[in-house]
């Protein structure tokens, strides 16, 4: 239970420093039933030793297999407590934007200038940047997804809270919402079967060549949306192995610390003092990456965001346009 990877793993638990929580379990009845179930072989000194900084997330509408296992129904886990704080402070920085936006106020504190220079970043830098002048309708979903990544982000840097964008479920799931707000926003452009045959090239073969050119244009079609699908998945993939790695390197340096306890008093202070600076170094570093992955997160999916809302014929037009209008403005 002490093992730091857990810190990116979703738990039934929250966890706090040891001398702050301790069960003291006086019988073995007093034990909840799942653990019980979990280690049957267990002492009661064990639940109280195990289970000290852990404190259990009550389940009203579900049962557990164990601290990391649901078991039946619907069960509150860390993650999902994080992530509507999270939504909680995030509602509430933007509503209080917002007033002061409406009420013509200039924001006023260096965390509220900081805010704002968010703000107009996701609006000039991301979203008219990879989607165009039609940026600026999506500026209210890439900004939300900007900040809830980033405030998981930054709240993973805590101790023992946990990381929620090391989970799956979490960055996949987020993948997934702009995977979906991709197909409404496309179909609410180009309407709903212009999105698909957007997919779709008009290849213009002879009548003869009609077989082959309708086999093209469905391999084509398959492999446009296979893509789109792939794309957003990696979203989340990439999330996630970005955020576990840096705290996969942060767990590795401190154990360090640990596998020298054995050695002199001299080789473990001079470990322990190199560990803590490196250690410091690398929250530094973690703390840029995790800026640097909500921005990632949000552009790429402002790209596949724009690939889908704008036609492709389009595009040839303004392309041809653009090749025939250059020796008119010549003259």
């Given at each position: 239970?002490?093992?730091?990877?857990?810190?990116?793993?979703?738990?039934?638990?929250?966890?706090?420093?040891?001398?702050?929580?301790?069960?003291?379990?006086?019988?073995?009845?007093?034990?909840?039933?799942?653990?019980?179930?979990?280690?049957?072989?267990?002492?009661?000194?064990?639940?109280?030793?195990?289970?000290?900084?852990?404190?259990?997330?009550?389940?009203?509408?579900?049962?557990?297999?164990?601290?990391?296992e649901?078991?039946?129904?619907?069960?509150?886990?860390?993650?999902?407590?994080?992530?509507?704080?999270?939504?909680?402070?995030?509602?509430?920085?933007?509503?209080?934007?917002?007033?002061?936006?409406?009420?013509?106020?200039?924001?006023?504190?260096?965390?509220?200038n900081?805010?704002?220079?968010?703000?107009?970043?996701?609006?000039?830098?991301?979203?008219?940047?990879?989607?165009?002048?039609?940026?600026?309708?999506?500026?209210?979903?890439?900004?939300?997804?900007?900040?809830?990544?980033?405030?998981?982000?930054?709240?993973?840097?805590?101790?023992?809270?946990?990381?929620?964008?090391?989970?799956?479920?979490?960055?996949?799931?987020?993948?997934?919402?702009?995977?979906?707000?991709?197909?409404?926003?496309?179909?609410?452009?180009?309407g709903?079967?212009?999105?698909?045959?957007?997919?779709?090239?008009?290849?213009?073969?002879?009548?003869?060549?009609?077989?082959?050119?309708?086999?093209?244009?469905?391999?084509?079609?398959?492999?446009?949306?296979?893509?789109l699908?792939?794309?957003?998945?990696?979203?989340?993939?990439?999330?996630?192995?970005?955020?576990?790695?840096?705290?996969?390197?942060?767990a590795?340096?401190?154990?360090?610390?640990?596998?020298?306890?054995?050695?002199?008093?001299?080789?473990?202070?001079?470990?322990?003092f190199?560990?803590?600076?490196?250690?410091?170094?690398?929250?530094v570093?973690?703390?840029?990456?995790?800026?640097?992955?909500?921005?990632?997160?949000?552009?790429l999916?402002?790209?596949?965001?724009?690939?889908?809302?704008?036609?492709?014929?389009?595009?040839?037009?303004?392309?041809?346009?653009?090749?025939?209008g250059?020796?008119?403005?010549?003259?």
């Amino acid at each position: 239970m002490a093992d730091p990877i857990l810190h990116v793993k979703d738990a039934y638990f929250l966890e706090v420093p040891k001398f702050l929580w301790r069960p003291n379990y006086r019988s073995i009845q007093d034990v909840p039933e799942f653990l019980q179930k979990a280690h049957p072989d267990a002492l009661l000194e064990d639940f109280n030793h195990d289970l000290a900084g852990k404190i259990l997330i009550p389940q009203p509408f579900g049962s557990l297999k164990n601290l990391y296992e649901a078991e039946s129904g619907f069960c509150v886990s860390k993650v999902m407590i994080i992530e509507v704080v999270a939504a909680i402070f995030i509602f509430w920085m933007f509503r209080k934007f917002a007033s002061l936006v409406r009420a013509d106020k200039a924001p006023e504190g260096k965390g509220w200038n900081a805010f704002e220079g968010i703000v107009l970043f996701i609006r000039d830098g991301i979203a008219r940047t990879a989607i165009g002048p039609d940026g600026d309708k999506y500026v209210p979903v890439l900004g939300t997804v900007f900040f809830f990544v980033l405030v998981l982000n930054l709240i993973g840097m805590l101790p023992w809270i946990g990381a929620a964008t090391g989970a799956f479920a979490v960055t996949l799931t987020l993948g997934a919402f702009m995977f979906i707000h991709a197909i409404y926003a496309g179909s609410k452009n180009l309407g709903v079967i212009g999105f698909w045959t957007n997919m779709i090239p008009q290849l213009g073969l002879p009548t003869l060549l009609k077989p082959l050119e309708w086999a093209i244009c469905l391999m084509i079609f398959l492999i446009e949306v296979l893509g789109l699908v792939i794309k957003h998945a990696v979203l989340g993939i990439r999330l996630l192995a970005n955020i576990v790695a840096g705290h996969l390197v942060l767990a590795t340096l401190m154990a360090m610390i640990s596998a020298a306890a054995a050695a002199s008093a001299k080789t473990w202070g001079t470990v322990a003092f190199f560990v803590t600076v490196g250690s410091a170094l690398m929250s530094v570093l973690e703390l840029a990456v995790c800026f640097l992955q909500a921005y990632v997160f949000t552009f790429l999916s402002a790209l596949w965001l724009a690939s889908v809302i704008h036609s492709h014929g389009d595009h040839d037009h303004e392309h041809e346009s653009a090749h025939e209008g250059g020796p008119a403005h010549a003259h």
